[in-house]
């Protein structure tokens, strides 16, 4: 590298830039952290329920074969849309009934096809894990993703 | 070896090699079940086995920079290591640590328990005693070597190593973070993730890389050092902005699709300055090194760093792209390469410099090591390439055609089966390289001789 730029201006610049980089992005997340709880999510229906059902979601580590708003791993359907899947926006009630009854049904066994684990949940739990799975449906996500299919 | 303490590294090195074991093996596992959906569905289920791949292969890599700095920090500041007990206690606490987590795992030990459940946020799933088992680990870490530099010699290598380490803990401070917000989980969720992989640990990267450069070729220490600055600025100039590319579609403002596709695009350059640099250093230095082995993997680190990361990278992070690719297996192709390339290399590649001096041998098994790394380098390539494939008619058929998820993956079942082809070849890689490593040493002989201790 050219005599132009010594060693200790390498250097100041790499601290003074990197520093000026990260006080950008802090701001910046400063904003989104501000638009995450008053525009993008309602934190209104934000209920106990659903961060329950955010709790046993994470009890399972379900994102270690689904995705949710596309992060997790990619053995699953994308769950972040499973309740506008099921046309839980259109019909809450029937949504949430075929919803539980299929999770209760797992695993199927069914030769050659992936499998869910066995999980034992309680109605309630059932009822709350739906809550979040709902609740995620409604994130304001820049129109991702591209179709029902997840 | 110059410094006695060196040889902590030894034993960081060895846990490391062993967790790297498994973590391919478990990975075998995973892409077995992908074809054969029933193995083990009941016993041990994909999420497990999924868990312990990733998990095995962060504490390793981990453990592996951990041992570089332990190898790395006595002869650059010309200073033993502050306290051996430490270093020792730090690796026992991790190894505990990390048994803790695998039983918690494997057995689904105290469900839901806040303390001592699985957390079950990906690649973050530790039982909340694990993480501050590893929060107390790094401080113990961070207390020994820091000390060590400041008694020492300051160089810029150090200087960066530490600012990486340091970088590493202060960003794991935000797995403790777990809102019930979702979308704010995720915004710092990434923090660990993001600026770990692309920002810290590239620190870690290029003074590790650094470090095997100076006495590899033996180029002048001012250009060597010059050069380590200019490729960490780039890589955090752009690398912590690029944090935007996963902030496009959970939640977060609409002006990250554009701060995000343009950082993050720039995020190329310091993976294309380390190809640079590691290819300049080796064409102007003027030694020759007798392990050439370490100098393979040292040049096949940056190359494959380049490709994986910077290349498979840049493929799916601009926005209107990435709206399509995200979440399919283009990200878990890009995923492989890019941890294989930057960070599995760069442990293999210091190991493979360092394990001669720590015996006070010659550099031995040299060809085993190279025939490991050719296998394991195309093993990985091929397995990239077959889930890029896998990834792009995934795309196609869900994301453009709204074809349903199960269906879709029916189609990619070819792709799966090459994809566990690779991986048993990875397997069989792997094995080769800690044998050639620790396994017995043909052509080793004698004490290291005055020609190989590096005459800065
Ligand atoms: C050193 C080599 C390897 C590295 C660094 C590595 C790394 C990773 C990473 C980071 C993930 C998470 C993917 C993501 O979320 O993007 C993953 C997942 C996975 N890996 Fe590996 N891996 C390696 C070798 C293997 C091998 C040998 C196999 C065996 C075929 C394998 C099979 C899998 C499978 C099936 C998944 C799950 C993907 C999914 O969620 O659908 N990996 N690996
Ligand atoms: C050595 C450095 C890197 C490593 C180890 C790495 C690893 C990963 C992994 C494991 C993921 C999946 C995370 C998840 O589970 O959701 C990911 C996602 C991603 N990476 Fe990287 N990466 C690196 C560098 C880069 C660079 C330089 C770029 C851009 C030029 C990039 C672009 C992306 C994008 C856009 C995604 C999101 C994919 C999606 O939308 O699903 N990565 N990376
Ligand atoms: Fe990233």
Redesign the pocket.
Known sequence: MSELLTKSAARNIFYGGSAFFFAIFIGLVAHTHYYARTTSTDESRLTASVINGKHIWEKHACI??HTILGE????APELGNVWLRYDGDKDPKSAREALKAWMINQPTGIEGRRQMPKFVFTDKELDDLISFLEWSSTIKTNNWPPNKAG | MKYQTQAIAKWYWIAALAL?AV??L?????????VQPNFLSELLP?NI??ML??NA?IVWLLLGFFGAAYYIIPEESEHEIHSPAIAYFQLILLLVGTLGAVVTYIFNLFPGNPIFGMQGR??LEQPLWVKLGIIVAALAFLYNVTLTVLAGRKTAITNILLLGLWGIAVFFLFSLYNPGNLVLDKVYWWWVVHLWVEGVWELVMASVLAFIMLKLTGVDREVIEKWLYVIVATALFSGVLGTGHHYYWIGAPYYWTWIGSIFSSLEVIPFFAMVLFTFMMVWKGKRNHPNKAALLWALGCSTLAFFGAGVWGFMHTLHPVNYYSHGT?V??A???LA??GA??SLNLAIMTYAFPHIFGVKPYNQVLNMVSFWL?SG??AF?TFVLTFAGAVQTHLQRVMGMSYMEVQDQLALFYWM??G???A??IG?LLFIYAILGPKKEATGLEGAALQPAE
């Not at chain 2, 478990?26 to 992908?34: D, F, N, P, Q, S």
């Open positions: 270690n074969c997790g791993a990619y053995f | 790297f973590q391919v478990a990975g075998l596992v995973a892409g077995y079940i992908y994909f086995v999924r791949h990733s292969l990906e690649f297996q990200t878990a890009h995923g492989h941890f294989f960070y599995v394991l093993a990985m397995m994809r566990l690779a991986g048993l990875v397997v792997a």
